[in-house]
């Protein structure tokens, strides 16, 4: 992400100095020729204000921007996200990027009171309360994952403080947060059993709720079921995972993933709209190996390698919204980029993104894409870091896995350097107990207690090869 | 010409020894095990006899160059004389036969009742040892650390950084009032230690008493100006007497270069009159010398939110009621016997497995312990970099059944009890398979899993202790075995 991000500014720069330069000199024989350059530059780094594009909620007229603002990554003081820092958010800086969001026609914002550690809530209302409260629609969930706020009380206390967090009086989209994950008897225990899903919808009624939906991941009977009860509940939007990897490698990679192909059918057959989370996998088709980037880029080489996503998940006409969690600036200028005008992609870039997503399938990395919902592992493992450090070899192709290849010895070392550098010896994959806690929190289904294994037993090969 | 010999290759033998004592990437011991191997103390104690022999032959023969190019305790007091800028400052002084002599019995008799504190105190390879790697190969791995740093910076892989941290206070202390203490006796007097205290100094001043090449006087072209004696760091030149002491002299040369007159030269020359007279004692001393090589040689016999990280508790050390020392080190007894606390290896221990012991009887000797690594089954390092026979050289086979202690479970601190979780962690990282995840409660088949041992493949090194999730205190640890074992 930040990468990408910094690449693409400094590929601007560069772009418009040097168009700058051939303007000037060229300015002696053609006039005028300078400014429509520099108004070029423009373009491509600045957003325009009033090109956003919406789409309406078939229930209730609602005109939601087609770009939704994640509020899960929100910066730190001090640099970095609330998800991996300790720190307390910046809100100086969420301000500013809301801010710079209204103005340019963004109007969902969607937060949750587990997000940045539970500081996401408070920061979001604090950033929106200074907007007229008709600018903008506020999502938020019913995040009672674990056991000690499955009663009624617990999450009865969750949902009126995201009232006082958000300092609103209705909740405009609010959702029962990662049904699927832990399967039926988690469903059952959060919401069914207590009675928490029938008062939910009585909130409704009551106006206190516009629109009651939920977001999934993980078990797919919980998706059918909470469908078949369409008639009963009335579901007025579903939050799911779609991208052009998922659409239809999500169940290859993982059996026990769906692919969003059927999702995303299983909603338009009843008319209800969808919000798009995980556009971009958690970065993942931002951080695309070499090799699979230059593709891109050779097809469109001003595009930012996400913007290819985004324009994907945009592009079907039952999208209500395509949120993305954008911690810096240019995150949001890029976006904005893509939403201000959209152009949704062709038939033929849609098989084009196809043919990439079978690239990424066939190089077996691990489907995790940085959540962190896994995260804080009771025993220390740095989770999402030792897979992100695992599947960047994988890509790179700098993997120790063979030991006749002639650069085995050079790889090994840096393998064994590299996974000291990016984490302590005491949060490595050897210290995993396989307790299974963190699985049911994972929403992309991984395996992780045996993919740790895995990757330890592979450490350890390594170390038994001699010393670094 | 004694002195152009010497100091090139007294640089390179402290370059190299020091060289051995800072590494932590196990790159140099290849290239110079062999100085660490040369010394004399560790050679004694290792029994090394090629060693034994050449040394005592090249002391025969030159007198004790083993002090002014070999010893690198020897080396550093030449380093700190020669910062001192005041010039001609030394005296003759009659040799102080009853301390050295009482220091040299001392020492004897910790060979032989096998006091290992005692004799890796007096050691000067052993003290040199302890001075490097306690006060120099932390900077020298801070300059490493920086330099991964920058290598990282860069995304290179030329450096990898290392943790700091010290293994133990008291051999800490040793190492900075030995520093301390040699210092202040170098700047004022230059060798004061090699001939009082030093018992390696001692007993090679019983042979060189009778070596062949020796400093010389020519008493007819001495215009008895003192330039020998007061530049004299051993304090054996009196040039009123026209005398040398050489049982003291470490045959440096320096006053064969300070000698405007050529009165002074190292020389091959057949025992004078006056020499004669002193045979016998010197015969009786090295008759000494050998007995106590001899000596030496019997006593060997024997609400969830989401993100962020747990913290972790750091490991505390468990009170071990045997120490675990290291495989090859054969029993406590050999290690008591032989170490002579040098720290070769607990520097070069790539697990941070080893550390000096604190105890008042191995004071110095290397110890184990798990907290920040285990014994893997590919390392051998300790075993190959001994000198002294104290860490015998093993291979990574031997070492896969050599049993040094055994695992015992603790049920009050194991998360499978504590945290109500599944775990085995332990058993799934036994490099023998020596735990077997079993039913707490025999009668229930619904309990539990937690580990049991079969202490008859267990070897003791450590990895379930290690990785085992109970902080502070692990609930599986190794209690050493006094004799190791293989199954």
Known sequence: ?468 | MLRKIRIPLAVIFYVGVTLLFLDYTGAVHHWLGWMAKIQFLPAVSALNVLVIIGLVLLTFVFGRVYCSIICPLGITQDIIARLNPKKNRYTYSKAKNWLRYTVWGVFAVTIVLGIGSLTALLDPYGAFGRIASNLLQPVWMWLGNLLAGIAEHYGSYAFYSKEVWLKSLPTFIVAVVTLVAIAVLAWRNGRTYCNTICPVGTTLGFISRISLFKIRFDESKCKNCSMCTTNCKASCIDYKTHSVDHSRCVACGDCVAKCKFGALRYSFAPCSKKADAKVDESKRAFLTASAMVAATAMAQETKKVDGGLAPLLDRSVPERKTPITPPGSLSARNMARHCTGCQLCVSGCPNKVLRPSTDLTTMMQPVMSYEKGYCRPECTHCSEVCPTGAIRKIDAVEKSSLQIGRAVWVAANCVVLTDDVSCGNCARHCPTQAIEMVHANPNNEASPMVPSINENRCIGCGACENLCPARPFSAIYVEGYEEHHSY
């Open chain 1, 1 to 468: 992400m930040k990468n990408k991000n910094i690449s693409r500014r400094s590929f601007l720069k560069s772009i418009g100095a040097a168009t700058v330069a051939t303007a000037a000199l060229s300015a002696c024989r053609r006039t005028g020729v300078a400014s429509e350059v520099t108004n070029d530059y423009n373009n491509l780094a600045e957003p325009p204000i009033g090109q956003m594009a919406y789409r309406t909620n078939p229930t209730n007229g609602d005109r939601v921007s087609l770009l939704g603002y994640g509020m899960m990554r929100l910066p730190v003081e001090g640099g970095g996200s609330a998800r991996e820092s300790k720190s307390v958010i910046d809100q100086e800086q969420v301000n500013r990027l809301v801010d710079y969001a209204i103005e340019h026609g963004v109007n969902y914002f969607d937060t949750s009171p587990t997000y940045c550690q539970g500081q996401s809530e408070t920061s979001t209302g604090i950033a929106l309360h200074r907007h007229p409260r008709d600018k903008y629609f506020v999502a938020t969930k019913l995040s009672n994952f674990a056991p000690a706020n499955w009663s009624r009380e617990e999450s009865m206390k969750m949902y009126r403080n995201s009232f006082r967090q958000l300092q609103v009086d209705y909740i405009d989209y609010y959702l029962l947060h990662g049904i699927g994950m832990g399967g039926m008897d988690n469903l059952n225990g959060r919401y069914i059993d207590n009675g928490m899903l029938d008062f939910l919808v009585d909130e409704r009624k009551a106006g206190r709720i516009r629109n009651l939906g939920f977001s999934y991941h993980g078990d797919i009977a919980v998706f059918d079921y909470l469908l078949s009860q369409h008639d009963k509940y009335h579901w007025d939007f579903v939050q799911i995972e779609l991208n052009y990897l998922d659409w239809d490698y999500a169940n290859e990679i993982n059996d026990r993933n769906t692919d969003a192909r059927y999702l995303y059918d299983e909603l338009q057959k009843r008319g209800i709209p969808s919000v798009i989370m995980e556009p971009l996998l958690g970065g993942r088709l931002s951080n695309l190996p070499q090799y699979l980037a230059a593709e891109l880029k050779r097809r469109a080489p001003q595009s930012t390698i996400a913007s290819w996503a985004f324009r994907y998940a945009g592009t079907p006409e039952g999208v209500l919204t395509v949120l993305s969690g954008m911690t810096y600036m240019e995150h949001l200028k890029d976006n904005l980029l893509t939403y201000c005008p959209f152009q949704p992609v062709t038939t033929e870039e849609e098989q084009f993104l196809y043919h990439i997503a079978e690239e990424i399938v066939g190089m077996e990395t691990i489907p995790c894409n940085d959540c962190k919902y896994c995260m804080p592992c009771p025993y220390g493992i740095d989770i999402p870091g030792i897979f992100t450090h695992y599947n960047k070899c994988k890509n790179e192709g700098t993997l120790p896995t063979n030991t006749n290849n002639e650069n085995y010895a050079r790889l090994r070392r840096e393998y064994l350097i590299s996974i000291d550098r990016t984490i302590p010896s005491l949060r490595q994959a050897d210290h995993c107990i396989g307790c299974h806690q963190c699985e049911e929190h994972c929403p992309q289904n991984i395996r992780i207690p045996y993919e740790m294994d895995k990757i330890d037993k592979f450490i350890d090969k390594l170390k038994r090869n001699g010393i670094v």
